[in-house]
């Protein structure tokens, strides 16, 4: 599904920072990776360029078999089958919690408007939001917009779905029900990236988790592996620190 | 202590000593004002202004031939009235309440036939309005320049983006009069030369004055639009990017209806501003507000009044406009 092959990318401005180093990464579909890592290691910039909002310098990007590094691809056809949640929800202030979640679908999907809110409330439904639909997003506490981020994104019908710190922004109390939503989205047979501190879901979920550093994958195995007999001094270090 | 029962919080008293001293401010130099132009003699007629709004045009419908009445017919308020003499036949139409001559009566060319009076715009009504006209058709050019400078100014292409800087550098770091002259005396000497050498028609000044005003302002508001976009956080656009929004539509759907409400206060501010500066177009022969005041003031000899007459008219406008803007603003906040 997700094919990373010798990526590198270094930011110039305001200073150069290599970014990513020689990233190479494969994702099946269905599998659930989770990317854990030290602040300023590359996590969302690995994470942006699987979408293009970065452009990596060098190696090759494939979604779903699609070369995004080629200049000939459709990189917007492409961004519609990739959704993304962010940090920090990014959701539409001046439309209400139904018209952002309809929004892309009737702009991008060309599905009429009926079409499209059927489609939203089933969604909202299931992120357990549906009587918010007709507010605007400043009206609703950090959990619930991350929720409505979540119905956004999957209302393209994404068949990939990138997580960049979903609840990093949100009070204790709220990072559970965004992670419940995230948890069943797993279990249905969602292909996903998480890049996440919350050790416990990637206990629980993920298939596979990966650690950076400096731009670079240190190492990668099962959630097995990586708790109880991590290799890598670094690892270890990190996950003292982080436990 | 209490806690005020209204929201509003109770006045002291120096608070209306104060709001007193502001009238009587207000009134002293208005009064001071008047007493000095009766010590210069100065007469005050505003009787005289409301003919350069409004006045009556006496109109004479006259024979161009020698002939009988032949006949008098009506068409709704109008009177048709043919006069005939031997193959010659000519009719001529007044208001029924106008009419001067019956069938039958022997008329001879220059006979009036009736007359009437009807309401014409004076000269100052025709300047308030070409101002209007002039500043409307340049806001409306401003803003579609402004807005795809803007976007040339934000953009990465540096083709577009250097073009508008130029643009934008050029315009604003020079007076506008020089700018109009330019267009004027420069450009319009060259397009009308051109034109004139192909046998096309020549283009009015009034366009010319148009184009400098629009230009202008145009620069202004692109610096505005560029701000507008720039304070819109860059987690919409990846947001909507993200979702496989093309440039054009994160645009259209996301950026600027946020936009907007950040830069109508502003750009209400560029419009006034434009309003006032058409004033100088009086300078290439366009009479407008200014120059038809100029104008009124050589024939009638009342500055005075005129030339208050023609700050409250500029007032009215540009009161009207952000009142106007104001409302869009408050309705665009709601939905
Ligand atoms: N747009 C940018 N311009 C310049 N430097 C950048 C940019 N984005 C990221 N960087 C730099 O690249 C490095 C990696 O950043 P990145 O955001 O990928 O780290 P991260 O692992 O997501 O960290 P965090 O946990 O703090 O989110 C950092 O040193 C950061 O300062
Ligand atoms: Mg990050």
New interface residues.
């Given amino acids: 599904m997700i094919d990373v092959r010798h990526v590198y990318k270094t930011f110039r401005i305001p200073h150069v920072v290599r970014a990513l180093v020689d990233v190479s990464l494969k994702v099946e579909q269905g599998e659930v990776v989770v990317v854990i890592g030290p602040s300023g290691s590359g996590k969302s910039t690995l994470l942006r360029c699987l979408n293009h909002l970065e452009t990596a310098d060098s190696g090759h990007i494939f979604i779903d078999g699609i070369d995004i590094l080629d200049r000939k691809t459709d990189i917007n056809k492409v961004r519609a089958e990739v959704g993304m949640v962010f940090q920090s929800f990014n959701l539409f202030p001046h439309k209400t919690v139904l018209e952002n979640v309809t929004l892309a679908q009737i702009v991008v999907r060309k599905r009429t408007k009926a079409v499209a809110v059927e489609k939203a409330m089933a969604l909202l439904e299931k992120v357990g939001i549906r009587e918010k639909a007709n507010v605007h997003p400043d009206q609703l506490s950090g959990g619930q917009q991350q929720r409505v981020a979540i119905a956004r994104a999957l209302a393209m019908d994404p068949k990939i779905m990138l997580f960049d710190e979903p609840t990093s922004a949100l009070d204790p109390e709220m990072i559970g029900e965004v992670l419940d939503v995230m948890k069943t989205l797993a279990r249905e047979g969602m292909t996903m990236v998480v890049v996440t501190h919350e050790m416990g879901f990637a206990r629980e979920v993920a298939d596979r988790v990966i650690f950076m550093d400096e731009g670079a994958i240190v190492e990668e195995g099962t959630p097995e592996h990586f708790f109880k007999t991590p290799e890598h001094d670094r690892t270890k270090l990190f996950l003292s620190q982080i436990l | 202590m209490g806690t005020p029962v209204s929201g509003k919080i109770p006045k002291r008293p120096a608070y209306y000593v104060w709001v007193g001293v502001f009238f009587l401010i207000v009134a002293g130099t208005a009064t001071a004002l008047y007493y000095a132009t009766l010590k210069i003699d100065y007469v005050w007629r505003w009787y005289r202004i409301p003919q350069y709004f409004v006045f009556k045009e006496k109109v004479e419908v006259r024979a161009q031939i020698q002939g009988t009445v032949h006949r008098i017919t009506t068409q709704n308020d109008q009177a048709v009235i043919e006069v005939k003499e031997g193959q010659a036949s000519e009719t001529y139409r007044v208001p029924k309440e106008a009419l001067l001559v019956a069938e039958g009566d022997f008329i001879y060319p220059g006979d009036v036939l009736g007359s009437y009076a009807r309401w014409r715009a004076g000269i100052l009504m025709q300047g308030l309005w070409l101002t209007l006209k002039v500043s409307v058709i340049a806001i409306v050019f401003g803003v579609l320049i402004g807005l795809f400078g803007g976007l040339a100014r934000i953009s990465e292409n540096p083709a577009f983006k250097w073009l508008a800087i130029t643009y934008i550098e050029l315009i604003r770091g020079s007076p506008l009069l020089v700018q109009i002259f330019i267009w004027y005396f420069v450009l319009g000497t060259l397009i009308n030369t051109i034109l004139a050498k192909q046998g096309i028609v020549q283009i009015p000044p009034l366009w010319f004055g148009v184009a400098a005003l629009a230009c202008f302002a145009g620069a202004y508001v692109a610096e505005i639009v560029r701000a507008g976009i720039q304070s819109i ?1 860059r ?2 656009t ?9 440039y054009v ?1 994160s645009m259209l ?2 950026i600027l ?2 936009a907007v ?1 950040r830069i109508l206060p502003p750009l209400a501010g560029q419009f006034i501003s434009l309003i006032k500066d058409s004033s100088l177009l009086g300078i290439i022969a366009i009479r407008e507000l200014t120059k038809a005041t100029r104008e009124v003031v050589t024939t009638s000899l009342q500055p005075f009044e005129l030339w208050f007459l023609c700050a409250l008219l500029y007032l009215f406008l540009t009161f009207t406009l952000s009142m106007l803007l104001q409302y869009l603003e408050r309705r665009h906040l709601v939905t």
């Fill in positions: 956080h987690g919409q990846e947001a909507s990017r993200s979702l496989g929004m093309t539509q759907h996301v209806p946020q409400r």
